[in-house]
């Protein structure tokens, strides 16, 4: 399926990281749904679909954002992702993976199908990973061992969806090792000097669910998250080409009802991979990460600016029916 625009943008959200120790603020905060920014002594509000103030946890932010994206793949069979957009620092990582003893959206994604597909009586789904890094001019396999981290390449298949050739397709057998295996891959990634990802690091995780009995390996659904690179970098020269085609892939969708608009996915890896989702049958949310640190107070300023367009060009776009190239339901 081609992707196509409309309001295939459905959620914008935005979460602000606690105030570190030695930062000055906060200069964001949540108030009654509404995002405020402190401009001297004024204030400003700004209005998202969803917003988590800094004492939100893991397992609420799960409840909010993810769970409702889980349950509709789960019931309606389709594609589904999630990105976390911010700068390096603003608690994308936090957000998507967590710490070991906290995890987030990857941990919890994967223990909700896993928990799901052990309880049904016979079970309907096996679940399916793939987690790989976008960086620069390349895409890796994070399941493997750095030294056979070849650059592999990317297959569009009209079953399957597009996929990393190569790429170890991880079934685990339980929670805990699944767990393992996510944050021993996302320890692979490529690294700065201080040892946080490089803003230039895309990791992707792909969850495919298959199904048991028939089907001809035909994906009942398919949740992509994103734990996306640096915004600080941006658009222009010397910034991230994949984050420049992804913000135009993104604001073209919300220009859908324009004419001759057109969704330039194939115009970067990342984008390639994640281009069944930028279709109007998936459901796909952006989770704009900010700093409360007075230190970021650019950085955050135009990251919720962006979050603000895309929600006003979303907003009013019609919706199409989920893809037919999923399979039906049990």
Do not use: W
């Not at 625009?5 to 964001?28: C, N």
């Not at 988590?52 to 992702?81: L, T």
């Not at 222009?236 to 608009?261: F, I």
Request: hydrophobic fraction near 40%; charge should be positive.
């Amino acid at each position: 399926m081609e992707p196509r625009t409309g309001d295939a943008l459905q959620k914008v959200v935005v979460r602000v990281r606690p105030l570190l120790s030695g930062e000055h603020g906060p200069i964001v905060s949540v108030s009654q749904g509404k995002v405020v920014t402190k401009d001297g002594n004024n204030e400003v509000q700004h209005s998202f679909d969803y917003a988590f103030g800094s004492e939100i946890s893991q397992d609420a932010f799960y409840k909010g954002v993810g769970a409702p994206v889980v349950e509709s793949v789960r019931n309606h069979h389709g594609a589904a992702a999630i990105l976390t957009y911010g700068g390096t620092g603003s608690g994308k990582t936090h957000t998507m993976l967590g710490p070991s003893s906290d995890g987030g959206l990857m941990v919890r994604v994967v223990s909700d199908l896993l928990n799901h597909a052990e309880g049904l009586k016979e079970k309907a789904y096996a679940v399916v990973l793939s987690f790989l890094e976008v960086s620069k001019g390349r895409v890796s396999d994070l399941f493997r061992a750095s030294s056979a981290r070849d650059e592999l390449e990317l297959v569009e298949d009209p079953v399957r969806g597009t996929y990393a050739s190569g790429a170890e397709e991880y079934c685990p057998k339980n929670i805990a090792e699944a767990v393992d295996h996510l944050f021993k891959a996302n320890a692979r990634r490529t690294v700065m000097a201080a040892g946080m990802p490089s803003p230039h690091s895309h990791a992707v995780l792909l969850i495919t669910m298959l199904p048991k009995r028939g089907g001809a390996g035909v994906p009942m659904g398919r949740i992509a998250l994103a734990d996306l690179g640096g915004a600080e970098l941006g658009s222009g020269v010397g910034g991230d080409p994949h984050l420049a085609v992804l913000e135009r892939c993104l604001s073209a969708m919300g220009e859908g009802g324009r004419r001759g608009t057109v969704v330039p996915f194939r115009h970067s890896l990342l984008t390639t991979l994640l281009r069944e989702f930028f279709t109007d049958s998936a459901r796909l949310t952006v989770v704009f990460n900010v700093s409360p640190g007075s230190g970021s107070t650019k950085l955050t300023r135009n990251t919720l600016k962006y979050g603000e367009r895309l929600r006003s060009l979303r907003q009013g776009r019609g919706r199409a029916f989920l893809p037919s190239t999923f399979a039906s339901a049990p």
